[in-house]
Structures are given as structure tokens and as C-alpha cells.
């Protein structure tokens, strides 16, 4: 089917089944699919795997999934600045699988193209490597899961650790601009985890803010293919949140 717009956000993500795992881009606050995951939060999934740089803010993005127990398993680069995913991690509400920025980037990138595992220098000689990250808490300050010991091999004298790629089920996504066909275009900053995000879903779904007609993108210019998109969802210009506000006296 060529024309992959739907109408409203619900009815894009009403199929989402409880236990899906989703790959979400976004990097912080910037680029994050806002709408399409406050329609998830509105159709009731639950047991959800999600995977994404950071897991929302308190009362923004994946934090409003969070805030409701929606959320199982996350994995992530990033936990910062956000008291109600420490509150659950440490309870053991959470489970965490924590990983290196740019391994993650490459992971979804890596399933996405159909690459089982690939090595990376990121993590030698680290727990990231070597086993031992707490995943799970047990509620009382011990660990209930801890990461496997990951292979390791030797290149050129170089010591690499294997990653896995990441394929997840679902896939959600903000662009600035999007056709019929599911090409996208991501401005400035929010070009940052989406790309991969988005190659990463067995179905990506994409809120856009500026729909336009098959053709009027320019090839060169687009950086998401179609091929990677199932769903298009307009949702016009989407105000840009502030994660930290400093101002003078």
C-alpha cells in the first residue's frame, strides 16, 4: 500500500498488543514522538519493552508510559533526570538493560539492516562487558538480575565485544517532514536516535509535522526510505519542550 497515512495517532498504534517491545527515538526531550505515545498511554498497552536513548522525563514522553506501570523492561543509554524511573528501578519495579550511547545507536541501525551482532571496542574491560550490571533489584538493595558475561574477541590486536542487534516490533518516530509513501526528513537535533529507531521496527509508525505529496521531497534530502515506514500520522507543528530552564534573577 502506497499510502501509508492514518488519520489519528489511536488509530496508528491500536494494534500495539501488552508485551510489545518498541523502539522509540528522541534524545532527551528533543525529537521525541510525544503524540503516538500519549495515544499508546490512551489505547492501554501494557508489559512493554521499550528501547530508547532515555525513558522520558517526569510527565513527558516514554515518563507518561512510565508513570503508569506500562513499562517492564526499558533498555537505555541515558537514566538521568527522572526520580519516578529511579524510584522504580531501585524498587525493582524496573527491569534495566544499560547500554553505551553509541552501541545502542548501532544496535537498532544493525537489526534494522539485518545484522545479527557485530563488535565494538565500547565496554571492554568494563561490567558492560564482563557481567554484572544490576538489571533488576529485588526491592531491598540487592540485585535479582545481573548482565551475562558478553564474547569477546581479539582483532588486530584489539580487544571487541559483541552486540546484538536490536529488531523490535513496534517502532515510533517524530520527523519534520513526511510523505505519503513514508519517506522522512528530521530537522536539525532531532535527526539523533529516530534514524535508527525507525529502521529497527517490524512496523514504524511516524507522527510528522509537515505532511507533503509523494515527490516534493527531494531524493537526496530524505533521511528515513519508505521502506522502513508502514504508518504516517499527521500531527502539524509540535511545541518544543525544555528539560532544564535557567534563568537570571
Known sequence: MLDK???????AVADIPDGATIAVGGFGVVGVPGILIQAVLDQGATDLETVSNNCGIDGFGLGLLLEKGRIR????SYVGDNKEFARQYLAGE?????????TLAERMRAGGAGIPAFFTPAGVGTQVAEGGLPRRYDGSGAVAIASPPKETREFDGTTYV?????VADFALVHAWKGDRHGNLVYRRSA??????AAASGR????QVEHLVEPGELDPDQIHTPGIHV???????KVPVEIEKRTVRE
Open 162 to 166: 559483541m552486540e546484538r542487534g536490536i
Open 94 to 102: 524496573l527491569e534495566v538493560e544499560l547500554t553505551p550511547q553509541g
Open 73 to 76: 523492561r526499558t533498555i537505555s
Open 5 to 11: 497515512v492514518k488519520v489519528t495517532a489511536d488509530e
Open 230 to 236: 508502514q504508518r504516517v500520522v499527521h500531527v502539524g
Open 191 to 196: 535527526r539523533n536516535f529516530n534514524p535508527p
Open 203 to 206: 512496523i514504524t509508525i511516524a
